[in-house]
């Protein structure tokens, strides 16, 4: 999955800032673009240095290997880097190379939560960075703001030899797509899992078991992965407004992905390849 950089070592600790070196990486972001070059399909995608950019409007962000990541703060607008272009940030999906699809997928999730709390939501007053953790704090009020991390599962529903195939109805990806959702409050990955199963495609599910785990910084994410079986009744009943299209397919029936980016692609390989059993105590790692 994307996450999955070994050999390279991704390290988010905010003690380990200092101050940028020519040669490190700049994350720059105008509405949902990022400043690279290359298409990240047959030409690598490049970050730019620091050493194109006043070192005044960079904020640390994590470090890759020897390199650190700094967000660039100032006006996008303003930037004008030969060979460097805005497009879209789901050319971060390319995996082109993967370690920087990443390390963008992670400097767009903390950019969206620093652009969205730069005011106090408990009095109003512009917030400031923290010096020692990474957070935003009020100057007035004292509150504290940490990043966002918003849980969603994942379920692989399967009868059998068959696995349920979804379709998104209004999403920019059109991919094949498996039953998910966010948590809900007081409610638990397990409760989640069961009630998008019921309320998307009407089936109850038994034998929940976890399949694995990943980061999704395009959506600020953190996705629980679980395979679970039928429990009676596979008769779809498909909820209309969300889903465009949902189908039981036969493990030879189900296109092996192009690529395992994503928590939701590696399940549906690994039961291509596997069957149910994949999931039962070999579950997929969300490791780095």
Not at 134 to 150: E, Q, S, V, W
Not at 241 to 253: I, K, M, Q, Y
Request: hydrophobic share 35%.
């Amino acid at each position: 999955m994307l996450q999955d950089i070994g050999p390279h070592v991704f390290r988010n600790e905010f003690s380990l800032k200092r101050p940028p070196r020519a040669s490190d990486w700049v994350m720059a972001f105008r509405d949902r673009n990022i400043l690279v070059s290359g298409n990240g399909k047959d030409v690598p995608l490049r970050l730019p240095e620091v050493s194109s950019f006043d070192k005044g409007k960079l904020l640390y962000l994590f470090s890759a290997d020897s390199r650190a990541c700094y967000l660039y703060t100032g006006d996008p607008d303003a930037l004008g880097i030969p060979g460097f272009s805005w497009q879209s940030t789901v050319t971060l999906r390319s995996e082109n190379p993967r370690l920087i699809c990443f390390a963008g997928f992670t400097a767009w999730h903390l950019h969206s939560w620093y652009i969205t709390n730069r005011f106090c939501g408990k009095c109003g007053a512009e917030t400031a960075h923290s010096e020692n953790e990474r957070a935003l704090f009020c100057p007035r009020c004292g509150n504290i703001i940490y990043p966002r991390i918003a849980p969603a599962v994942i379920v692989g529903i399967t009868d059998g030899d068959r696995l349920l195939i979804t379709r998104y109805r209004d999403r920019p990806y059109r991919g094949p797509a498996l039953i998910a959702g966010f948590c809900e409050i007081g409610e638990t990955p397990e409760q989640t899992a069961s009630r998008e199963a019921m309320e998307e495609v009407g089936i109850r599910i038994r034998d929940l078991t976890y399949a694995g785990s990943q980061p999704w910084g395009l959506d600020g994410n953190l996705l629980m992965g679980f395979m679970a079986k039928a429990d009676g009744n596979t008769r779809i009943i498909r909820d209309e407004n969300e889903l465009a299209e949902a189908v039981w397919l036969s493990r030879e029936e189900i296109p092996e992905p192009d690529t395992v980016i994503s928590l939701t692609r590696t399940m549906i390989s690994n039961f291509k390849r596997h069957g149910f059993n994949f999931g039962n105590g070999n579950g997929i790692t969300g490791g780095n």
